[in-house]
Antibody, heavy 115, light 108 residues
Framework: QVQLQESGPGLVKPSETLSLTCTVS????????WTWVRQPPGKGLEWLGN???????NYSPSLKSRVTLSLDTSKNQFSLNLNSVTAADTAVYYC?????????WGQGTLVTVSS | ENVLTQSPGTLSLSPGERTTLSCRAN???????LAWYQQKPGQAPRLLIY???SRATGIPDRFSGSGSGTDFTLTISRLDPEDFAMYYC?????????FGQGTRLEIK
């Protein structure tokens, strides 16, 4: 059974960089695409981007200038960096397996952008 | 820009009833690359349907998906109390992946 777990700071100051890591167990990170999705409080789901084990990435056009995905095969982890954050980036951030439909998701982690 | 519009925004129904949720795309979805998710408060989305009509592992057969092109539906044949939740459609035929805004299914 594939399990994913997000980790990172729950509070980030405006203009700083939001950094999250997703640790994968039960599957090799070299086996699939890996995706980040976020959900602002009380709102819908927003796709942020995905990364293949080769390092190939796809990003949301609306965030492309601020987002970077990376992976660490030695730790079976992949990461999200979102720079120049504002209050609008406050959301629950989910990691998920796959590039299309997602059967496996992390539980999500709330990141609040506030000074 | 790909846009998915879900309707209605909210459905108020009783357990045991049948319901159909709609997801309409502004551009045709290739290869029926359309998924449906259920989400309950405080939980991650749960995959129900992929490829427009294939049920994910462990999903009860009261859930069914249909449609093609720009019009897709999720049908719940007989509502169980645990089915009252948010439902999202998602197209994944190209990048960027897009989600609909969701339909809230609430108990009447």
């Amino acid at each position: 059974q594939v399990q994913l777990q997000e980790s990172g700071p729950g509070l980030v100051k405006p203009s700083e960089t939001l950094s999250l890591t997703c640790t994968v167990s039960g599957a090799s990170i070299s086996s699939s695409y890996w995706t980040w999705v976020r959900q602002p409080p009380g709102k819908g789901l927003e796709w942020l981007g995905n990364i293949y084990y080769s390092g190939r990435t796809n990003y949301s056009p609306s965030l492309k200038s601020r987002v970077t995905l990376s992976l660490d095969t030695s730790k079976n982890q992949f990461s999200l960096n979102l720079n120049s954050v504002t209050a609008a980036d406050t959301a629950v951030y989910y990691c998920a397996r796959g590039s299309g439909w997602h059967l496996s998701w992390g539980q999500g982690t709330l990141v609040t952008v506030s000074s | 820009e790909n846009v998915l519009t879900q309707s209605p925004g909210t459905l108020s129904l009783s357990p045991g009833e049948r319901t159909t949720l709609s997801c309409r795309a502004n551009q045709s979805v290739s290869n029926n690359y359309l998924a449906w998710y259920q989400q309950k408060p405080g939980q991650a989305p749960r995959l129900l349907i992929y490829g427009a009509s294939s049920r994910a592992t462990g999903i009860p057969d009261r859930f069914s998906g249909s449609g093609s092109g720009t019009d897709f539906t999720l049908t719940i044949s007989r509502l169980d109390p645990e089915d009252f939740a948010m439902y999202y459609c998602q197209r994944y035929d190209n990048s960027p992946v897009t989600f609909g805004q969701g339909t809230r299914l609430e108990i009447k």
